[in-house]
């Protein structure tokens, strides 16, 4: 049952469901409903919104879809004024209810957009934060049933991670490169210091430059320091190594560790954890974890490996470990890694708000 953010147009989605943001009288609009209607045939659709008449603020309603989808399901969001007018609680209520209908009608995939958002007026990272808790909640609490859940948006600007993650993405990237020159060059980088500490954004780096946001561990975490140059002892030594016959092939094979899917198994039963809870924390299939469990050879993508390890809790090191055992490791020249390692860094295991952050710098998601 897991939810996936999306750019895209909505009417573009297939899906067994598609949510229109709807007005109360359940007409026809502009905007998302609009383009709704008119996808899926205004006369019809008209007809069928007609045949129900009304809508309360917070609730939904469900129709055919016609040309756009199995059927449509019109959810009635709340006018923004100032907040305190139960907007929040009318917003949470509005995706509850249509969740509700397409459980009700055994349906396996909807897509949503961001409801009231638009000519309704509602702050659009508000929007999005009810829709995400809203969506999660819902799935969180189902049993049996297994729905996958889009939340479509037109462009990414309605996303924003935290602000502090520009700043550590750009210094990420200054460690890499300045990594990569001072193993190639013996001379100091033209305009650039590497300390124990971690240069400060913005400016020029400097001996005493520090982060001077809480996040300093992190960068410290990640400070360049110099390899020491081998001697020529020492890498007569590795060129030796390098000529050794390689051992046995049967004593290699036997001494294989344990697969990606035995150490998750193992560490679930360690931690006395349930399946659903760790699946469900990742983002993932309840039928795409049954094959982990009943087949522990089963080789993961990267993405459901990593959200099974965050969903772990695991301390990054451990992470590591349990990627290294599916072949995978979180790398500090892919920017999707360093997202990732930046907010386990903060404790952060909320594979949403993780998500949220891939979302905005279009890079791939955990789960699935």
Not at 41 to 49: P, V
Not at 56 to 79: E, Q
Not at 313 to 325: A, F, G, N, R, V
Not at 331 to 353: F, M, Q
Request: proline share 5%.
């Amino acid at each position: 049952m897991p939810f996936q953010i999306v750019q895209d147009n909505i009417i573009n989605m297939k899906t067994d469901a598609i949510v229109n943001a709807a007005n109360s009288d359940l007409l026809k609009g502009g905007g998302v409903c609009g383009a709704i209607f008119e996808a899926a045939g205004a006369n019809r659709m008209e007809a069928a919104c007609q045949a129900i008449g009304h809508c309360d603020t917070g609730s939904a309603v469900i129709t055919p879809g016609f040309r756009l989808s199995p059927y449509v399901i019109h959810a009635v969001g709340p006018i923004w004024y100032d907040g305190s007018h139960h907007e929040a609680e009318l917003l949470h209520s509005a995706y509850t209810r249509a969740l509700e209908l397409a459980t009700e009608h055994h349906l396996q995939s909807i897509a949503f957009p961001l409801i009231s958002s638009g000519v309704y007026g509602y702050p659009r990272s508000q929007a999005l934060d009810i829709a995400v808790r809203a969506i999660r909640g819902y799935l969180d609490q189902l049993e049996e049933e297994d729905l996958l859940v889009y939340l479509v948006l037109y462009d990414r600007s309605a996303v924003a991670p935290d602000p502090r993650l520009d700043e550590y993405l750009r210094w990420r990237t200054l460690v890499l490169e300045s990594n990569i020159l001072s193993e190639n060059y013996s001379a100091p980088l033209s305009g650039m210091h590497v300390a124990d500490e971690s240069p400060a954004f913005g400016a020029a780096p400097a001996a005493s430059a520090k982060p001077s946001d809480e996040s300093s561990s992190i960068f410290r975490r990640h400070t360049v320091k110099k390899k020491k140059p081998k001697t020529d002892a020492d890498a007569d030594s590795i060129m030796y190594a390098a000529q050794e016959p390689a051992a046995n092939l049967d004593q290699l094979l036997a001494k294989t560790d344990e697969s990606f899917g035995q150490a998750l198994l193992r560490l679930i039963d360690e931690r006395g954890l349930k399946d659903s809870d760790v699946y469900r924390k990742a983002n993932i299939d309840r039928k795409l974890f049954s094959k982990i469990r009943s087949n522990p050879l089963y080789h993961p993508k990267k993405t459901t490996a990593v959200a099974l390890a965050v969903a772990l809790e695991l301390p990054l090191p451990e992470i590591q470990s349990l990627l290294k055992k599916a072949g995978f490791t979180l790398s500090p020249s892919s920017k999707a890694d360093i997202i990732i390692e930046y907010y386990l860094d903060l404790h952060c295991y909320n594979i949403d708000t993780i998500n949220e952050a891939l979302f905005h710098y279009d890079q791939p998601l955990l789960g699935f």
